[in-house]
T-cell receptor, first 113, second 117 residues
Framework: GNSVTQMEGPVTLSEEAFLTINCTYT??????LFWYVQYPGEGLQLLLK?????DKGSNKGFEATYRKETTSFHLEKGSVQVSDSAVYFC????????????FGQGTTLQVKP | NAGVTQTPKFRVLKTGQSMTLLCAQD?????MYWYRQDPGMGLRLIHY???????AKGEVPDGYNVSRLKKQNFLLGLESAAPSQTSVYFC????????????????FGQGTRLTVV
């Protein structure tokens, strides 16, 4: 079945450092790919998405490119801030037209001043 | 802008007790979902609903029941709580545009932290 694998955390960076969080997936068909972010004490919110191969999603300085050849959707940001500290989830849309999402394990990012 | 609201936010249950988690959304969304979040496992789908009066099983449905009597509400029930159901529960909803459900954003509530002792 479909699945998502993320790099294990936690990831600890200094402010203004470059961020990469790896995400790979296994899927049949052509799923859409998402990054959700969970700030402390809150629910998940959509950070960015890509719906087809070679699409790049971007938001708040974060980017991710849908790479079908490597089945990857790595999250990047050029200069992180303390306010980016959160848990990041990679997800794909499951087949069957139900809107179900399959999530990776989540990666905790801590940014230190 | 309430969005998706979950009640309660925290709860401690004894093994064998029952409870119902309530999810309410005010966005007129057709689709609603219940996920559980456990350390190192991400979110896993428990049950979902594609419209009022409909429900379906997700990845981890055992020990849970759901009902969607009104479009805006999705209830998750635990008939006999077990320690393995200690988790954080998230409700989500989405509104698919015709033919675009696969890329539709899901909106999440703030979660319910449940501890079963």
């Amino acid at each position: 079945g479909n699945s998502v694998t993320q790099m294990e955390g936690p990831v600890t960076l200094s402010e203004e450092a470059f961020l990469t969080i790896n995400c790979t997936y296994t899927a049949t068909g052509y799923p859409s790919l998402f990054w959700y972010v969970q700030y402390p004490g809150e629910g998940l919110q959509l950070l960015l998405k890509a719906t087809k191969a070679d699409d790049k999603g971007s938001n708040k300085g974060f980017e991710a490119t849908y790479r079908k050849e490597t089945t990857s959707f790595h999250l990047e940001k050029g200069s992180v801030q303390v306010s980016d500290s959160a848990v990041y989830f990679c997800a794909l849309s499951d087949s069957g037209n139900t809107g179900k999402l399959i999530f990776g394990q989540g990666t905790t990012l801590q940014v230190k001043p | 802008n309430a969005g998706v609201t979950q009640t309660p936010k925290f709860r401690v249950l004894k093994t064998g007790q029952s409870m119902t988690l309530l999810c309410a959304q005010d966005m007129n969304h057709e689709y609603m979902y219940w996920y559980r979040q456990d350390p190192g496992m991400g979110l896993r789908l428990i049950h979902y609903s594609v419209g009022e009066g409909t429900t379906a099983k997700g990845e981890v449905p055992d020990g849970y029941n759901v009902s969607r009597l009104k479009k805006q509400n999705f209830l998750l029930g635990l008939e006999s709580a077990a320690p393995s159901q200690t988790s954080v529960y998230f409700c989500a909803s989405s509104y698919p545009k015709s033919g675009q459900l696969h890329n539709t954003e899901a909106f999440f509530g703030q979660g319910t932290r449940l501890t079963v002792v």
